[in-house]
């Protein structure tokens, strides 16, 4: 293998200040919130808001995120090529930030058209917010290794944005609806109103990401970034496949049971006020489990942190069958699953962060943004399957929006909530066991590459 290039000296953790660390958090932080509030109640909207069938809503969620794949390949390739002032991929954030400002609020607006007005409507409107979600999303995680190759630095930088990331998930999840109907409440459009709000704050945490970090780890490409290389970086990176392929089959399930929580305490216990205690019991250990997540990451490896603690919590959430009524115990369980998955994904996108060195020993180049890319394909294909299998569910089983529904719905309903949902999650990391690119490995890379992971 030829010679590859190298950067001019490693990264160490003192080299990152909290000022930087904390700039970084406010993009993810920001841009979670408007992801949270689509992945999750946009369905809702069109169903209950804009009038759409279920299984047309959950089709044009999958048709629309399956088209903005072409839009993620592009944005990292453009990402990986470019060169400026600025960086590789900090402008992108710059200028994207004010498109999602204006896509989230036209999601969540409904206008008085046909039935296949609102349904045009509603698949441009999303087509855009996704693209622009795309243009600002795919740089941004490119950073995570631009900013520093050392092991613990990474995991570091991994855990806070996580952690912000799940702090602006809680924010939409649990402050979503009640202002809404607070909003609703007095002559004003809830949902819009919130949307618009929401793409605000992304903006504005772009911005703040763009003004505070630094890309430390850049090498310059010496042949351009192309869908053929990015094909063969695929083909030679086993640990990247098996590690987007788990991913996938985790963030689908994840966003099937967070949007038919909503069904679910809204007709099996008939009171939608529980989907915000639901969200804050979830979230809020979500957050404590990435902060301990460093922690256990060193104590027993990335690998066992990243499956061990989702097979965990795929087996309480099919524990939740069997308390089904009893809200408090309930609510318990799903604390225990939000601390276990806080765990698991900090591992996981660390473990992500670590493939750019192996993808570089095998292809020669430093593709974050391909890399990236394909990660955020990777959450789209999950977020579209998840979202179109409600739809599709929700239709299979009969249900009819704002209506009382049968016995058979409401038990099929708690079924996908609790066993469909826990038994896919054990499903999910069983095909990440061959995964091995663990710490050890990861040092051989660096070694090989000329650096030092110390």
């Known amino acids: 293998m030829e010679k590859l290039p190298t950067t001019s000296a490693p990264s160490k953790p003192a080299s990152l200040p909290p000022r930087e660390l904390f700039s970084y958090c406010a993009g993810t932080a920001g841009s979670n919130i408007t992801y949270s509030l689509a992945a999750t109640y946009l369905i809702v909207f069109y169903t209950d808001v804009a009038g759409l069938a279920a299984a047309t809503a959950g089709t044009l969620l999958l048709i629309v995120r399956a088209l903005n794949a072409i839009a993620d390949i592009a944005v990292g390739i453009a990402a990986d090529n470019t060169k400026s002032r600025h960086g590789k991929f900090r402008p992108y954030l710059l200028y994207g930030g004010p498109l999602i400002f204006v896509a989230t609020a036209l999601c969540f607006f409904s206008p008085q058209l046909s039935a296949n007005g609102k349904l045009a409507y509603a698949f441009c409107t999303f087509l855009f917010?996704?693209?622009?979600?795309?243009?600002?999303?795919?740089?941004?995680?490119?950073?995570?290794?631009?900013?520093?190759?050392?092991?613990?630095?990474?995991?570091?930088?991994?855990?806070?944005?996580?952690?912000?990331?799940?702090?602006?998930?809680l924010v939409a999840m649990v402050g979503a609806l009640p202002l809404v109907r607070w909003l609703d409440g007095r002559g004003m459009s809830g949902w819009t109103t919130v949307a618009a709000l929401a793409g605000l704050l992304c903006a504005i945490g772009y911005l703040v990401t763009f003004r505070g970090v630094r890309e430390r780890e850049t090498v310059p490409r010496r042949q351009p970034q192309s869908p053929a290389r990015i094909y063969r970086l695929l083909l030679r990176h086993a640990p990247l496949r098996q590690?987007?392929?788990?991913?996938?089959?985790?963030?689908?399930?994840?966003?099937?049971?967070?949007?038919?929580?909503?069904?679910?305490?809204?007709?099996?216990?008939?009171?939608?006020?529980?989907?915000?205690?639901?969200?804050?019991?979830?979230?809020?250990?979500?957050?404590?489990?990435?902060?301990?997540?460093?922690?256990?990451?060193?104590?027993?490896?990335?690998?066992?942190?990243?499956?061990?603690?989702?097979?965990?919590?795929?087996?309480?959430?099919?524990?939740?069958?069997?308390?089904?009524?009893?809200?408090?115990?309930?609510?318990?369980?799903?604390?225990?699953?939000?601390?276990?998955?806080?765990?698991g994904n900090i591992a996981r996108m660390s473990c992500l962060a670590d493939c750019v060195e192996y993808g570089q020993l095998a292809a020669g180049e430093r593709d974050e943004g391909a890399i990236s890319a394909l990660n955020i394909i990777k959450t789209k294909f999950a977020a579209a399957a998840g979202g179109a299998a409600i739809g599709w569910l929700l239709g299979a089983i009969g249900f009819q929006a704002n209506a009382a529904q049968s016995a058979n719905t409401l038990r099929a309903l708690a079924l996908i909530f609790t066993v469909v949902t826990g038994a896919a999650l054990i499903i999910s990391m069983l095909s990440m066991r061959r995964y091995a690119l663990d710490e050890r490995r990861y040092k051989e890379v660096l070694d090989t590459l000329g650096r030092s992971s110390r």
């Not at 630095?153 to 952690?163: C, D, E, F, K, N």
């Not at 963030?251 to 639901?278: D, M, S, W």
């Not at 990435?290 to 087996?315: H, Q």
């Open 243 to 343: 590690l987007l392929g788990a991913s996938f089959l985790l963030e689908t399930t994840t966003t099937l049971r967070a949007a038919i929580a909503i069904y679910y305490f809204k007709y099996c216990h008939g009171n939608e006020t529980l989907v915000p205690f639901y969200m804050f019991f979830y979230f809020a250990p979500t957050i404590a489990g990435c902060m301990l997540a460093p922690a256990a990451c060193r104590k027993f490896g990335k690998i066992n942190i990243a499956r061990r603690p989702i097979l965990v919590s795929g087996a309480l959430t099919i524990a939740m069958w069997f308390v089904r009524d009893h809200v408090a115990a309930l609510l318990a369980l799903v604390a225990l699953t939000g601390l276990l998955e806080g765990l």
């Open 129 to 169: 917010w996704s693209l622009a979600y795309s243009l600002c999303d795919t740089p941004y995680w490119s950073l995570t290794p631009a900013m520093s190759s050392e092991p613990a630095t990474r995991t570091r930088i991994v855990a806070a944005s996580r952690t912000s990331s799940q702090a602006g998930a």
